[in-house]
């Protein structure tokens, strides 16, 4: 089955300890996306990246990082310099093929990963 | 700046229709989308629209108008596994895809 494949799904950091998050994808799509979700909040795009060994920051990359070796994989790294990491992580994936505005820009999502502090 | 304005909650019964609102105000437009999401779970795509009218998919309809910066969902034969969250986004990034999300609708289907 082809799909989006987020680990672990939970997880817990304790102070000052750097975390990474795990996002897989065998749907052979271009782009992946990392977004944040808050109670209460939208989601909130903290990196995507269009294409292998290419990413770029979002709205929220402070104390994040990424990286992009391979098209199927996206990892997502929360550093201790984000204070309040507390919250439900989605990764996400398009096709980017054609014009924008079509079906290629739809974004599919992984399971999710639900970090919090000790 | 971005913003989206979806209504925080409502309430609907089984077998009924409901339509949930959602007012845009981007820097660009290439398309809307409509995702539900079930409590703890991953949003699912349910439609979008990248023109003016109505996109209609089995029980879930979704309308746009780019000059009034809105759209709705609509859900027809309401049935109890239809309570969730609905999120509203827009592509605003053209080419970079990025997508700014309202806040969600949640939606509770009754007996």
């Known amino acids: 089955d082809g799909g989006i494949t987020q680990s672990p799904k939970y997880l817990f950091r304790k102070e000052g300890q750097n975390v990474t998050l795990s996002c897989e994808q065998n749907?052979?799509?271009?782009?992946m996306y990392w977004y944040r979700q808050d109670p209460g909040q939208g989601l909130r795009l903290i990196y995507y990246s269009q294409i292998v060994n290419d990413f770029q920051k979002g709205d929220i990359a402070e104390g994040y990082s990424v990286s992009r070796e391979k098209k199927e994989s996206f990892p997502l790294t929360v550093t201790s310099a984000q204070k309040n990491p507390t919250a439900f992580y989605l990764c996400a994936s398009s096709t980017r093929k054609g014009l924008a505005g079509g079906p290629s820009d739809i974004q599919y999502f992984g399971a999710g990963t639900r970090l919090s502090v000790l | 700046g971005q913003n989206i304005d979806q209504p925080t909650e409502m309430t609907a019964t089984e077998g009924a229709i409901v339509q949930i609102n959602c007012t845009y105000q981007?820097?660009?437009?290439?398309?809307l989308f409509w995702y539900q999401q079930h409590a703890g779970e991953a949003p699912t795509f349910l439609s979008y629209n990248v023109l003016d009218g109505l996109e209609e998919k089995g029980r879930f309809s979704s309308f746009l108008s780019r000059s009034k910066g809105y759209s709705y969902l609509l859900l027809k034969e309401l049935q109890m596994k239809d309570s969730a969250s609905y999120l509203c986004a827009v592509n605003y990034g053209g080419a970079t895809n990025k997508l700014i999300f309202g806040t969600g609708t949640l939606l509770a289907v009754q007996p």
């Open positions: 981007t820097s660009g437009f290439n398309g």
């Open positions: 749907l052979n799509h271009d782009a």
